[in-house]
């Protein structure tokens, strides 16, 4: 006989702004990190600082918001939970306090791929893959790139279809469309 006792407080959020030379233009962003997680707003906030330059020198585009992109800590209790999870109509990316260094810097790519420049999620997630690659390599930042399983290639189905999820897990066809 097992018991298990689960308990959250409410988080309290602490901001930081930060602004980023990218180019020319200053991006601004707004990290809400819990009060009592200053590291996680430090490591994120470097790795976006290191990331977003390089990215829109691969790139090639113009940071495309006016707006500060509010960068928010989270967590999930679900065992497959995303790590990362971008919403252009709040201007927001959820990230969690455990993602690693890959997830973070193609959320960062999701800044210019965020559904206004290609209108279909895989294309939107096939280049931020492909662009956090190469700005993960040229930063020496150590990050994988997506491998198809054969419990993916089980999931297939037509791209096109590739509806965006809840946030809340990463399903079997997610699996797949990464």
Sequence with gaps: FFAFVSAQ???????????VPVDGQEVDLLLQAWNDDAGWADRIGSLFADALPALREDIGLPWPA???????????????ASAGVFDPAENRMDVAYWADRG???????????NGDLLADRWASEGFATLYALRAAEKLGEPI???????????????LNTWAAGDGQGTTAADTYGY
């Design 9 to 19: 407080r409410p988080a309290v959020y602490v901001e930081r702004p930060l602004t």
């Design 66 to 80: 006016d707006d500060p992109l509010v960068i928010h800590e989270t967590a999930s209790r679900t065992p497959d």
């Design 103 to 113: 997830v973070v810097i193609h959320q960062a790519a999701h800044g210019w791929f």
């Design 144 to 158: 994988e790139s997506p491998q198809m399983t054969d419990d993916a290639r089980a999931a297939s189905f037509p």
